[in-house]
Structure formats: C-alpha cells, structure tokens
C-alpha cells in the first residue's frame, strides 16, 4: 500500500512551459485534492474531485487544469507557466466520509 | 467562506512542557470539521487529530489533544510532555462539512521549536 505518490519531486520549468504533474493513490479513495503552499501561508485549494468524472475548482484555480478519468489518478496541469506558481504542490485524498485527509510528499515547482 | 486564524507565527517551548497551540475559525456551515496537521522539516504533512462541530467530547489522540470551544470558535491544539521530535510547524484546517473533508481551508500555521 504506497498510499499517496506524487511526481516528480522536484520541477524547474520555464515561463510559457506547460506540464504535468502526477498524482496516484492507492486506497480506493473518492476524494482527490490539490494544494499548494507558498512561504508563509497555509495550503490552498486549487482543485479536487469527488469521484471519477467529476471535478471543480478551489481557492486558486487560475493556470490549472485538472481531470479524473479514474479514481486512482488525478494529474494537475499547468497551461503555461508563470513566476507566480512556484511553490510546492501536495496531491491529497480521502474517504468520502473520513477524519484524516492523507497527503503526498508534495513537488517542488520553480518557475524562472 | 471560511477563515482560519493561527496568530502565534513562532513558539519556543522548554522540552517536557505542555504546549498550546491557538486557532480560531470562522465559519457560516453549521456543520464542520477542524484539523490538526504537522508539517516537518522534511515538508510532509503529517494528520494529528480531527474534531468535528457535533462531537460533544473534546478529540484526543496520545499526546494531542483538541480543546474545542464551540462558542468561542477556538479550537486550540494541545500537546503534553513536549518532544524534540514535535519541532516543526502546525496547521489549523477546517472542512465545510463535519465528515466529508474534499475541501480544507488552512491557517498560515505556527512554527513549534522545542529547547532541550
């Protein structure tokens, strides 16, 4: 049981490039989320899901994409790169009636 | 929407002493849920413990515990007999529902360092 694998770790990119980063879980879990955490302040939301097929947005969704095409998978997409979204991104999921959201160990994205 | 406010940015903390860690939250759901989360060094997040709005007894798990004020909309996170191993900093959540938590609404969390 690996719970929560997100890849890859770490990202250098360059502004305008687009890419992907993966999330997978292995816990059956209906709910996926995606955060991210910048110096300073807490995580927030950028989108989740609630099963297969089934996406919205969160607090900071501008420049994402995201889609559920199964329930162990939920990528997130970055259009076109900007400064503004380096930070490390954490891939979260959960029951659909649970205490404990389970994390991944995050990607660290730069953008220069 | 939903608000949570940690103000203690940094704490300092004799090791073996108990410690309390503020949050207060604002909300307009009837029902939700509160959380506890440790993040590391090594940048993780790590679960500590969950309240939720209908739980008439206060959540303990080992060490933690939640001292949850419903009225006083404060749901500080208690830890006893502190460790050198609890340095790291902490986050306060709150999902909209009491179970169901797709959706977290986090504080900007409070760095914890424990002085041997």
């Known amino acids: 049981n690996a719970g929560v694998t997100q890849t890859p770790k770490f990202q250098v990119l360059k502004t305008g490039q687009s890419m992907t980063l993966q999330c997978a879980q292995d816990?059956?879990?209906?709910?996926m989320s995606w955060y991210r955490q910048d110096p300073g302040m807490g995580l927030r939301l950028i989108h989740y899901s609630v099963g297969a097929g089934i996406t919205d947005q969160g607090e900071v969704p501008n420049g994402y994409n995201v889609s559920r095409s199964t329930t162990e998978d939920f990528p997130l997409r970055l259009l076109s790169a900007a400064p503004s979204q380096t930070s490390v991104y954490f891939c979260?999921?959960?029951?659909?009636?649970?205490?404990?959201?389970?994390f991944g160990p995050g990607t660290r994205l730069t953008v220069t | 929407a939903q608000k949570i406010t940690q103000t203690q940015p940094g704490m300092f903390v004799q090791e073996k002493e108990a410690v309390t860690l503020d949050c207060t939250y604002d909300?307009?759901?009837?029902?939700?849920?509160l959380f506890w989360y440790k993040q590391p060094s090594s940048g993780e997040m790590i679960f500590l413990i969950y309240q939720g709005s209908y739980d008439q007894q206060n959540a303990t798990e080992g060490r933690y515990s939640l001292n949850f004020q419903k009225a006083r909309k404060s749901a500080n996170l208690v830890i006893s007999a502190s460790q050198l191993g609890d340095s790291a900093m902490y986050f306060c959540?709150?999902?909209?529902?009491?179970?169901?938590?797709?959706?977290?609404?986090f504080g900007t969390g409070t760095r914890l360092t424990i002085i041997p």
């Open positions: 909300t307009s759901d009837p029902s939700y849920g």
């Open positions: 979260a999921s959960t029951w659909e009636q649970g205490g404990e959201q389970y």
């Open positions: 816990m059956n879990h209906e709910y």
């Open positions: 959540a709150m999902s909209a529902t009491n179970f169901g938590n797709e959706k977290l609404t």
